[in-house]
């Protein structure tokens, strides 16, 4: 079910609410707003005024973007980073590329592993702000790609005992990173210390 709502219903029922909602822009200019609460929420925004309204106040919060269905849209880049663990724990920053505001990333994947696996191994990831570009405070998360719905010792990924290359292939699904914030990629030793790698497969426009 949908309902179309107005700019100051959406700023009272969905930000102020502390709701995600996702933003496009269509090819008329117009900001297009939604959000899935059981019911679609819809928010057109045409106005100058209430445009530079939401780049002003609500751009920073907006949910990152994925694009679908734009193979070969962006040129594919590979980046690789490495950290060797402290108590077990091995913490990678990763800058975006470039100026906030101006240039962006298109990420496709990375994969990550130990140089010696262990079963119990795990990974985990974040989209942050290290440096308070957005003001939400330094290290505040844009996005996290741990699912912190299920129970604490089920979030994060295993990390397998035979890592296998990525596999490179053309853009398909894409999400937006903005330059001079950060992916955050976190390795887990299930015993001992050890140096955590990931290659990152991402585009550049």
Do not use: H
Not at 2 to 9: F, G, L, N, P, V
Not at 29 to 34: A, E, K, N, Q, S
Not at 63 to 87: D, H, N, T
């Amino acid at each position: 079910m949908y309902k179309e709502i107005t700019w100051a219903s959406f700023k009272t029922s969905v930000i102020n609410a502390g709701l995600a909602f996702d933003k496009v822009n269509n090819i008329n200019g117009d900001y297009f707003l939604w959000t899935n609460q059981g019911v679609i929420l819809e928010c057109t925004l045409s106005s100058t005024e209430d445009k530079a309204e939401f780049d002003a106040s609500y751009a920073s919060i907006v949910r990152p973007k994925v694009f679908r269905g734009y193979r070969e849209w962006a040129l594919p880049k590979m980046a690789r980073y490495s950290q060797m663990s402290s108590s077990s724990i091995a913490t990678i920053l990763i800058k975006v590329p470039g100026t906030l505001g101006v240039d962006k990333r298109y990420l496709k994947g990375a994969f990550g592993w130990f140089d010696s696996q262990t079963d119990g191994d795990i990974v985990r990831g974040w989209y942050t702000d290290e440096d308070n570009k957005l003001g939400g405070g330094a290290g505040a998360v844009i996005a996290s790609f741990v699912d912190e719905d299920v129970p604490a010792a089920n979030q994060g990924w295993w990390l397998p005992d035979d890592p296998k290359g990525l596999e490179m292939k053309g853009f398909e699904d894409l999400m937006e990173l903005d330059a001079e914030l950060y992916l955050k990629l976190q390795g887990e030793k299930a015993s001992g210390d050890d140096t955590f790698r990931v290659n990152l497969y991402w585009g550049k426009r």
